[in-house]
């Protein structure tokens, strides 16, 4: 099966612009760079799984299977066109700053050490953008203070926004840290592009998809699969309401461990989604239903793989799987859950298309 290619629309500009994408995942980030109209090289990322859906749907990018620890400013260099405007974008996995594992010690993570990479190859290319996110803890660290410092010795513009992704497309309730910096000029990411009102909801991104039932597969779409439920969990599911915890079941039903003091600050999990408001941050577990608000709004089940996806603003028909391969929803789900949401890159995008355009003479003189 063929890759599919994407049709990148041509900047108004007299250079190519040219974007490699770092710690690129299964292209969330590049694929929304695409469909603003920037060209993506490459991706870098040291999970090989990640090479199908990559490639498969942001061809002619190419994924290249390498940590940034390994590479150098002269090895990126080598990959972009002559004379063209270089974008170098990235998130860093962002394990060792999330709320979701604050309490953890993460000091020997070594994932903490990649922002600095990120920092070292910036210095080494010296590319005309830069684009960094993660979440928003991470501006609370050294590190962040110390990559932001770095970008300002080198003369760049920076730009740091907290961002709420609903306002940008993305039927999801995500918080997100965007950097943006630039040698050209300042640069800013666009204004939000959905009111709240118009905010896309769980409702009307997955409430036409076809019913199913715990541990179900779609026939005609295999990533469309639930989980299955153990015994107590289907009782359980059954006395969920939307936007709820488990502290709407039977006193019989609830586990020790939520009975405990300790326990009970923990509402967070095993809730249904609701309809008609943009859905949990999707977490690299979301098809556990005890894992989070991950219970479907109305069917039995926790959402499916693709519903995880789509609420990721992934397309419809993303494939994260080859032609008989294995849908293993641990290493999906960790794809999907670990992805820059694709509206978002989206938005990154067209900001950088934006600032291109503003200083269109500064870049031609």
């Known amino acids: 099966?063929?890759?599919?290619?994407?049709?990148?629309?041509?900047?108004?500009?007299?250079?190519?612009?040219?974007?490699?994408?770092?710690?690129?995942?299964?292209?969330?980030?590049?694929?929304?760079?695409?469909?603003?109209?920037?060209?993506?090289?490459?991706?870098?990322?040291?999970?090989?799984?990640?090479?199908?859906?990559?490639?498969?749907?942001?061809?002619?990018?190419?994924?290249?299977?390498?940590?940034?620890?390994?590479?150098?400013?002269?090895?990126?260099?080598?990959?972009?066109p002559g004379n063209c405007l270089r974008i170098l974008a990235g998130c860093a996995p962002c394990?060792?700053?999330?709320?979701?594992?604050?309490?953890?010690?993460?000091?020997?993570?070594?994932?903490?050490?990649?922002?600095?990479?990120?920092g070292r190859l910036v210095e080494e290319l010296l590319p005309d953008i830069v684009s960094m996110e993660n979440v928003p803890q991470l501006q609370d660290h050294k590190v962040y203070d110390d990559f932001n410092d770095s970008l300002k010795k080198l003369d760049y513009h920076v730009t740091p926004r907290k961002v709420y992704c609903p306002a940008y497309g993305v039927p999801q309730q995500r918080e997100r840290l965007v950097l943006l910096a630039s040698r050209?000029?300042?640069?800013?990411?666009?204004?939000?592009?959905?009111?709240?009102?118009?905010?896309?909801?769980?409702k009307s991104s997955i409430g036409k998809l076809p019913n199913l039932k715990a541990g179900e597969i779609c026939p005609n779409d295999p990533l469309h699969r639930s989980s299955s439920l153990s015994e107590l969990n289907a009782i359980r599911i059954g006395h969920s309401r939307p936007g709820g915890t488990w502290r709407d079941w039977p006193e019989h039903l609830v586990a020790k461990c939520h009975r405990s003091k300790t326990g009970k600050t923990y509402p967070s999990v095993y809730g249904r989604m609701e309809w008609n408001k943009p859905s949990p941050t999707i977490t690299t577990q979301f098809y556990g239903f005890g894992n989070g608000r991950f219970g479907h709004p109305e069917q039995h089940r926790g959402i499916s793989l693709r519903e995880g996806a789509i609420l990721q603003?992934?397309?419809?028909?993303?494939?994260?799987?080859?032609?008989?391969?294995?849908?293993?929803?641990k290493t999906i789900g960790r794809m999907i859950g670990n992805a820059?949401?694709?509206?978002?890159?989206?938005?990154?995008?067209?900001?950088?298309?934006?600032?291109?355009e503003k200083f269109h003479e500064r870049i031609h003189s």
């Open 184 to 202: 050209i000029g300042p640069i800013n990411l666009i204004s939000r592009t959905h009111a709240p009102k118009e905010q896309r909801t769980v």
């Open 313 to 329: 603003s992934f397309p419809r028909d993303y494939e994260f799987v080859k032609p008989g391969g294995e849908y293993c929803f």
């Open 1 to 80: 099966m063929k890759a599919k290619v994407r049709n990148v629309r041509k900047a108004p500009l007299l250079r190519r612009v040219c974007a490699i994408d770092l710690f690129c995942g299964a292209g969330g980030l590049t694929h929304g760079l695409l469909d603003a109209g920037i060209e993506v090289i490459a991706g870098f990322d040291i999970d090989g799984r990640c090479r199908y859906p990559y490639e498969k749907n942001n061809s002619p990018a190419v994924f290249k299977e390498m940590s940034v620890t390994e590479l150098t400013g002269q090895d990126l260099a080598a990959l972009y």
């Open 95 to 118: 394990q060792p700053f999330s709320k979701y594992t604050q309490g953890q010690s993460s000091a020997g993570d070594d994932k903490w050490g990649l922002l600095y990479h990120f």
């Open 340 to 356: 820059v949401p694709v509206r978002l890159g989206q938005a990154v995008g067209k900001s950088i298309q934006r600032h291109l």
